[in-house]
């Protein structure tokens, strides 16, 4: 069984590896890896060493060294996660990837951006529009979370609605497996029917796996027009309806987002900007996109259309810098609030949004607790921030459960899931095991024990398959 053992042996092996500047042992170097954007305390772990290798060769020497001496490893990006699926929970190694920052290959002709993981999802969607094409991955995190985290977490965001999650742009991945092996899995070929596609298995496993070390992307081209549209509405029933009215119109919108009044007037706090109509407004933000202008004319008068028929208050084609601002804001504003929140990440079926906020708003006046929503009402992902803000820790401790198992209660009885794209990490394996069908699970513990039989990579997240846990010694 792998334990989150390092010896003062192991830490010269690994600086051979890398080179003594990219081991890190010190206590203010190690801090900033012992959690990521997860604040609460209960989910924080100080590893003993971060390694920083360059190449896939560094990434398979470093894994086989962990192998051979039963030593558990955490994969990590950026750190931007939610779900503190990249923290050491048991001890051991980190193995950053944040040196492997090259876009390798931008292929016009095949459409394909092959990239090392460490790449910055906006840099790399900025590379590629350069060369007049388009990568259609957009996690608002995209200033700061890198690609093969995107890829490692199924990372969704804005644009799902249009072009589909992270899982939906690769093409292929290059992986390190547990055992320090390689392989390469898919590649620039846009089709493939050749035996299990092993590629979707690391794809949303959160660095349980392997460790991916090279991705294929694929491109489309860049879309010559884009609009903003904003529309306020004092009932957020009616600003969530308006998604399938605009959908069953003929429209296909790059992204729909929604933002609640209590999430606006903490976003207006936060920016010391005033938004439009914050005083009762809920907004629905859609973006459209497409080479002919005329067209796109078109469907923002049939939005504006549908808006009006649905009762909003105001509708306007915005400044998308000024709107996008707000919604990106979300997160920070909370957290600007209250240090400690957590943020659930549920999914429902589209049309059971206005039910699922509505019921969810109860909740926050049952607990007395700040609950802010956004999210993507074109596909169903809500964010709910349970804001701790004065509450000592054992008063969070004992609400939050609470709290999470009527949320997921009706989650579930609406034919949901508790995880739309951040995934389940450490701060949600005990719910999946509860909530998850037990054969489902019984699968996905076969997959990791198949693959990871020692239990060495990123132990406690996602499934456990021991029933003895790693211990840091």
Not at 58 to 79: F, H, I, Q, S, W
Request: charged content about 25%; aromatic content about 6%; overall charge negative.
């Amino acid at each position: 069984m792998a334990k989150g053992i390092v010896t003062p042996e192991l830490i010269e092996q690994l600086k051979a590896i890398v080179g003594e500047k990219y081991v890190y042992t010190d206590k203010d170097k190690l801090e900033p890896y012992s959690h990521d954007e997860v604040t609460d305390p209960h989910y924080m772990r100080e590893p003993q060493v971060v390694v920083l290798p360059a190449t896939t060769e560094e990434v398979a020497k470093v894994v086989k060294l962990c192998y051979d001496n039963d030593t558990v490893m955490v994969p990590r990006a950026a750190g931007t996660g939610l779900a503190a699926g990249a923290v050491a929970t048991f001890g051991g190694v980190i193995i950053s990837i944040e040196r492997m920052n090259k876009i390798l290959e931008i292929d016009k002709e095949n459409m394909v951006c092959v990239t090392e993981p460490g790449v910055t999802t906006a840099v790399l969607q900025s590379k590629v529009a350069e060369e007049g094409l388009f990568y259609g991955g957009d996690p608002c995190s995209g200033d700061s979370c890198f690609i093969g985290g995107n890829v490692a977490t199924n990372a969704g965001g804005n644009r799902a609605v249009k072009y589909g999650v992270t899982r939906d742009q690769v093409m292929g991945i290059e992986v390190v497996t547990p055992t320090g092996e390689v392989v390469t899995l898919g590649g620039k070929f846009r089709k493939n029917a050749t035996g299990y596609m092993l590629m979707h298995l690391y794809i949303g496993s959160e660095g349980t796996l392997g460790i991916i070390t090279k991705i294929y992307l694929k491109l489309v081209s860049l879309p010559k027009h884009q609009m903003d549209l904003l529309a306020v509405f004092d009932n957020l029933d009616d600003a969530i309806a308006l998604t399938p009215k605009v959908m069953n119109a003929g429209i296909t919108p790059v992204c729909v987002e929604f933002m609640d009044n209590a999430s606006i007037k903490q976003v207006e706090i936060f920016l010391d900007e005033k938004l439009p109509h914050s005083d009762v407004g809920n907004y629905i933000i859609i973006q459209i996109a497409g080479d002919n202008e005329d067209v796109l004319d078109e469907q923002c008068e049939k939005i504006v259309e549908l808006a009006e028929e649905n009762n909003a208050i105001d509708s306007l084609v915005a400044d998308p810098a000024v709107i996008w601002k707000s919604r990106k804001a979300y997160l920070e504003a909370d957290r600007a609030r209250s240090l400690v929140f957590s943020m659930e990440d549920i999914v429902v079926p589209m049309t059971e949004i206005p039910g699922a906020v509505q019921q969810i708003s109860r909740l926050s006046e049952k607990y007395d607790v700040a609950m802010h929503c956004a999210g993507h009402c074109g596909d169903g992902n809500v964010h709910i921030d349970i804001l701790k803000d004065d509450r000592t820790q054992e008063q969070w401790e004992e609400m939050l459960p609470k709290i999470q198992g009527e949320i997921y209660d009706l989650v579930y009885s609406l034919g949901g899931r508790i995880s739309g794209e951040h995934g389940i990490g450490f701060k949600r394996e005990a719910l999946l095991e509860k909530y998850t069908n037990p054969i489902e699970l019984k699968l996905m513990k076969a997959v990791k024990k198949a693959l990871d039989p020692k239990n060495i990579m990123n132990p406690g997240k996602v499934v456990s398959i021991n029933d003895e846990v790693p211990v840091q010694e």
